[in-house]
């Protein structure tokens, strides 16, 4: 069992930056897979970006490609996600992840652990 905690979000204005921590505790001596997804109100839970036990390797939505940086600490068993240039379109809930196996997914359904998720508000 894995219990992924959030940190890191809040409000900030359209153009700023946040970055959201995730604390990975529990059965952490597995290997496994770490994503983002978030969800704004009315909406289904998108894929924002994941990264793979060997991090060299990243996935990251469209829509955030090129603002939004993932990476990890494996030692602590941590994942990061550190976003620039927030728009008030990236207005949502953030969720951490964890999938049991080394490969990421895009796909929920395809993690086997989650957070309660963070708010994370952008101002216009």
């Known amino acids: 069992q894995v219990q992924p905690v959030e940190s890191g979000g809040g409000l900030v204005q359209a153009g700023g930056s946040l970055r959201l921590s995730c604390a990975a505790s529990?059965?952490?001596?597995?290997?496994?897979?770490m994503a983002w997804f978030r969800q704004a109100p009315g909406k289904e839970r998108e894929f924002v970006a994941a990264?793979?036990?060997?991090?060299?390797?990243?996935y990251y939505a469209d829509s955030v490609k090129g603002r939004f940086t993932i990476s990890r600490d494996n030692a602590r068993n941590t994942l990061y996600l550190e976003m620039n240039s927030l728009k008030p379109e990236d207005t949502a809930v953030y969720y951490c992840?964890?999938?049991?196996?080394?490969?990421?997914?895009?796909?929920?359904?395809?993690?086997?652990?989650w957070g309660q998720g963070t708010q994370v508000t952008v101002s216009s």
């Open positions: 529990g059965r952490t001596s597995s290997k496994y897979a």
């Open positions: 990264v793979t036990w060997i991090s060299a390797i990243t």
């Open positions: 992840a964890v999938r049991d196996s080394v490969r990421a997914s895009y796909t929920p359904s395809d993690y086997d652990y």
